[in-house]
């Protein structure tokens, strides 16, 4: 069995970020610590190009399952370190693929040290002729059952047999912060999944209807918060009471303008919500033409109310891309729960999917609703959720 005592973290999409480079590899190397901070003895180095970790014994199966979850790794792999030295390197390639599932091979060297007397093509068939010679393994370098990497550097050699995906992306939280409304569904998850990769650090605004909405349609939100929060550390959720204002938009606009109405409203509320915490966008996990209130005409008509970015990142997604990620991510169980919320609680018969903004500010002039958007802000309740409850504190 190998005896892998590193781990090698690749950053990817990062080594495009030029000046803001050194912020994005620190940002990610704090992400790291977080997720792994109940594991004892490890030791970190960083390099412009790669994080190092020794395990001291720590559990592999751990790392890996931790470290698929944090956003900016392109790819890690488990690596054996050994001295800088040639015949040190083949023993251990060959060990390996002599260890390694089938009979088909290749060898990728990187050599960044510069100063060690091969080249990475002399290595690469130095240490392939080592297996060759030693083993009925053929060379193929085009679809090889597995590969052999090695990364030269100046006093030590890292050798690995396995190059694992990571979540790609950029460390969550190195690019600000956004407000998303946050339902009980299947969408609204993963669009904070998919702003997180983007380096979005995600708050939430959730609307509650009680007593037309249960505990447990609350309960099933933060819920879903907690399950999120592990990419970002932990998660705000701002829950607004909305049962006066949404009755009386049913009460004054009934079928069919009541849910462009109520999102109007809701999109007034999260902007409020969002410059008071310091987001600088709303976001949405709505897709385009999924329901009535998702039309170009009807995001045109809500947009309205509103003077900041709002961010769609599920926009050109199908259900079933969304339903895959969720999945994916842990979600999706606790958002088919049969809890409802206050968008479907309310469910008009014949919305309208082609609204005017002018009829829609026709219907708005007909009540005070600045009074009680006032105070849906004033009974606003504010929760964190964490991946575990036990968590005091988050890495952003």
């Known amino acids: ?68 979850k944090v956003f900016g790794i392109s790819s890690f792999s488990f690596t054996e370190k050994v001295p800088s030295d040639i015949e040190e390197i083949k023993k251990t390639a060959l060990r390996m693929a002599q260890e390694a599932k089938g009979s088909t091979f290749k060898v990728i060297t990187r050599r960044h040290d510069k100063s060690f007397p091969m080249n990475s093509d002399a290595i690469n068939r130095t240490v392939a002729g080592e297996i060759l010679r030693n083993t009925d393994h ?63 650090k995600v708050e939430a605004v959730h609307f509650a209807s009680p007593p037309y909405t249960s505990e447990n349609a609350r309960q099933k939100v933060l819920d879903l918060a907690s399950i999120v929060s592990i990419h970002q550390g932990s998660m705000r959720v701002h829950v607004v009471n909305f049962t006066d204002l949404q009755l009386k938009i049913y009460e004054t606009a009934g079928d069919p303008y009541a849910v462009t109405l109520m999102r109007r409203m809701m999109f007034r509320i999260a902007e409020e919500t969002a410059r008071k915490h310091g987001c600088l966008a709303i976001a949405t996990g709505e897709s385009i033409g999924q329901v009535a209130s998702q039309t170009l005409e009807s995001m045109v008509c809500i947009n309205d109310v509103v003077h900041m970015p709002v961010l769609r990142p599920l926009v050109c997604m199908d259900k079933l891309e969304i339903i895959r990620i969720a999945a994916q991510i842990g979600t999706y169980e606790t958002s088919i729960l049969p809890y409802q919320d206050c968008c479907t609680i309310f469910d008009p018969k014949n919305p309208v999917t082609k609204p005017s903004i002018e009829k829609a500010e026709s219907y708005e002039a007909r009540f005070d609703y600045q009074a009680l958007i006032q105070e849906c802000l004033a009974n606003t309740e504010t929760i964190t959720m964490y991946p575990d409850s036990n968590e005091e504190e988050d890495f952003l």
């Open 1 to 68: 069995m190998a005896d892998y005592d590193t781990v090698l973290i690749r950053y990817g999409e990062l080594s495009t970020k030029g000046k803001n480079r050194k912020d994005f590899i620190r940002k990610l190397d704090k992400n790291i610590r977080w997720i792994l901070k109940d594991q004892e003895n490890l030791e970190y180095q960083r390099t412009y190009d790669r994080i190092y970790i020794r395990l001291n014994g720590a559990d592999p199966a751990v790392i890996k399952e931790r470290l698929q």
């Open 138 to 200: 053929k060379v193929d370098v085009h679809h090889p059952d597995f590969e052999i990497r090695i990364e030269v550097r100046e006093y030590d050699t890292y050798l690995t047999s396995e190059k694992i995906p990571g979540a790609g992306g950029y460390p969550a939280g190195i690019n600000g912060k956004v407000l998303l409304l946050l339902s009980g569904g299947i969408d609204s998850p993963v669009a904070a999944y998919e702003l997180m990769k983007r380096g979005l």
